[in-house]
């Protein structure tokens, strides 16, 4: 019998990993979006020739993103890009495989909380295996988790969360040995020797983990070994791994409140405008949870009112309250109800580091993606328990088979979107018509559209919605310049020249509105352009824009040694070396430690014949870590500055 329960579960769960698969496979037909151009489009590290050393040295390092740049997320891209090319559906696929492997984790991760949960509070569970089914079920299909597979570049939230679940269930299962009073040591240290630092590395969230794990400990577990004990080394490998850590980054952060207010710089809120504002974005994540729909999700939420005070909007107040309250529910359901007092926990904590005082963008579905698994294990393990002295327990199977296929119903529904871009990027700007990223992403296809087309009122039509969309984003945000920088683009593919009021505009908003990370890159965007000979724009046209935009004080120096770089590759392109050299200077006087730049200023001084200050700045990338691709080009300078010398030599 045993036997036979045993490949009937197999079966079960394999059907539904069958499901799941033919249930987004109408989404890998989709594009690269949003993020996805930075990191793998646009990414030349990650588009090695071959899997040597120095090539997955260089993928796994090349990502801005993240203080440890994320090495196993980039590799993987790597090496995908290697095996695949850079083809959005195998990506995606790639995606969809480390989903269907988080759900099996998802499921090994319920049933032995549903073991442990038996042993430590003795209580009488209905069968393990549909509660365990039905809660990996409902987090599999749960259209709120579709971004981190369609969505190429949330490979690092989905690789994070791979290794986070690996360490719990070897945590777990460690654990559980323990209360049956076997060793269980190994496990553990495999959670946090290996599962946490491979979560880190993925992408900065898994650092969280051993927060997660002391909610399991604080609610189903209890610090609980053979017959009941208190394990006490529990209590110090936690204050060894959360509390220690917690209290040196709050000294640390207590002392040098610059490292998170200088990220405020470049956002169109402040520190306290994003807590407030959070507070209601973690709402709506419980109610897009709860009750999800095709209109309110999507890839795109920038349309969210900032909130400036506790009653601007007066749904702050409310908001704050709500999460106090949670917390406090947490709390006192702890020992009557655990698995309510675990989601509830498990959901704010797998929230602290994206949804409170980091200066990240205000809100992505992506973030629920581990956090989801707290609520909804804690809905479908209440729904399927028998309530007492009520005979509804067949209504209550019934409630969570209509929820699990609602769930899949929008899912499907959003992946046959995401498979189509022109209608999904459309149905964004409609059920989001305030977001300035779905209007300019949505405007960016059209472009492209209209620039492949040869009928001219095709090609009119096309530029003009994109126009139309472009134009709209800006609207919606004055910060977002990046949509009138491509309206601008817009008017020269239909081969007519901007609008010198809109020109006045875009000069206005690149010299006084608070400098997004965006701006810069759409600039260098619209500049290559005129690199490549595709566009009618004059290089003086370009030159003012550059200027205006870097006497802008909210510039960041990263951007202004970029701009400066690209000034510089405009102006060699005209043979003006004089003024080549004098923006090279000044992007190395804006980012001193930009190899870049610094390496393009190596170059121009051989082109000089300056071997000593060239030899200097040789010496200079030497001493610092710098990607194996400019190691290649730092040795071929070094060889032509020894060449030249002995070319002078043999002269003299």
């Known amino acids: 019998m045993q036997k036979k329960g045993y490949w009937g579960e197999i079966t079960g769960l394999g059907l539904l990993l069958l499901f799941v698969t033919l249930l987004y496979v109408p989404g890998l037909s989709g594009i690269f979006m949003f993020d996805d151009e930075q990191n793998i489009t646009n990414q030349p590290a990650i588009q090695i020739d071959s899997l040597s050393y120095d090539n997955l040295a260089q993928a796994a390092f090349s990502s801005d993103a993240g203080i440890l740049k994320r090495p196993v997320s980039m590799l993987s891209f790597a090496v995908n890009a290697y095996l695949t090319g850079i083809n959005p559906y195998p990506f995606k696929a790639v995606n969809l495989l480390i989903h269907i492997l988080n759900g099996i984790l998802v499921y090994w991760v319920t049933k032995l909380l549903l073991k442990i949960h038996r042993t430590v509070h003795g209580s009488a569970l209905s069968s393990d295996l549909p509660i365990a089914f039905a809660i990996t079920a409902a987090w599999m299909l749960h259209p709120i988790n579709l971004s981190t597979v369609l969505y190429v570049v949330q490979r690092m939230t989905g690789l994070s969360v791979l290794f986070s679940l690996l360490g719990i269930v070897w945590y777990l299962l460690g654990r559980s040995r323990q209360i049956e009073g076997r060793p269980g040591m190994v496990p553990i240290l495999f959670a946090f020797l290996l599962a946490w630092p491979l979560a880190i590395l993925s992408k900065e969230n898994g650092a969280l983990l051993p927060a997660l794990l002391l909610v399991l400990e604080g609610t189903i577990l209890r610090l609980r070994g053979l017959e009941g004990r208190r394990q006490k080394y529990i209590v110090v490998l936690f204050l060894s791994t959360v509390g220690v850590p917690f209290l040196v980054g709050s000294l640390y952060l207590g002392t040098h409140p610059e490292v998170i207010l200088n990220g405020y710089g470049i956002r169109p809120f402040t520190l306290g405008e994003r807590l407030l504002t959070e507070a209601r974005v973690l709402w709506m994540y419980l109610g897009l949870i709860a009750s999800p729909s095709v209109s309110r999700l999507g890839l795109y939420h920038d ?222 965007a619209l500049g290559q352009c005129l690199l490549d000979n595709s566009c009618q724009l004059s290089s003086d046209f370009f030159d003012d824009l550059y200027a205006t935009t870097l006497s802008n004080p909210t510039l960041d120096k990263r951007s202004a040694a970029t701009l400066y770089n690209e000034r510089a590759v405009l102006a060699i392109q005209t043979g003006d070396l004089q003024k080549t050299t004098q923006y090279i200077q000044a992007g190395v006087e804006a980012d001193p430690d930009n190899a870049q730049i610094r390496m393009n200023l190596t170059y121009l001084l051989l082109m000089q014949g300056n071997l000593e200050a060239a030899e200097k700045e040789i010496v200079r990338l030497q001493k610092n870590w710098i990607a194996p691709s400019l190691k290649k080009r730092l040795l071929t300078y070094k060889e032509e500055v020894e060449q030249m010398r002995k070319n002078k030599t043999s002269k003299d």
């Open 303 to 524: 349309d969210i009112p900032i909130s400036h005070g506790l009653l601007d909007p007066v749904t702050t107040l409310w908001a704050v309250f709500g999460i106090v309250g949670l917390f406090v529910a947490g709390i006192m359901s702890r020992r009557r109800f655990p698995w309510i007092s675990f989601g509830i926990f498990f959901f704010l904590v797998g929230h602290v580091m994206e949804s409170t005082f980091i200066s990240l963008e205000i809100a992505h579905e992506h973030r629920n993606y581990l956090p989801s698994y707290g609520i909804l294990a804690a809905v479908f393990f209440s729904l399927l328990q028998p309530i007492p002295k009520i005979e509804i327990y067949r209504l209550q199977k019934a409630v969570a088979v209509v929820l699990i296929l609602g769930f899949a119903l929008v899912t499907g529904l959003r992946a046959n979107l995401w498979g189509n871009p022109a209608e999904y990027l459309l149905t964004d700007v409609q059920y989001h018509p305030k977001s300035p990223r779905a209007n300019y992403e949505a405007g960016r296809f059209l472009l492209a559209s209209c620039m492949k087309s040869t009928g001219n009122e095709v090609r009119n039509a096309l530029c003009g919605r994109a126009k139309s969309l472009f134009l709209k984003s800006y609207e919606n945000d004055s910060q977002f310049i990046a949509g009138s920088l491509a309206a601008i683009r817009t008017e020269d593919v239909l081969g007519r020249s901007p609008l010198p009021e809109e020109i006045s505009s875009l000069r206005h908003a690149l010299a006084t509105e608070k400098m997004s990370l965006l701006t810069p890159f759409s600039l260098i």
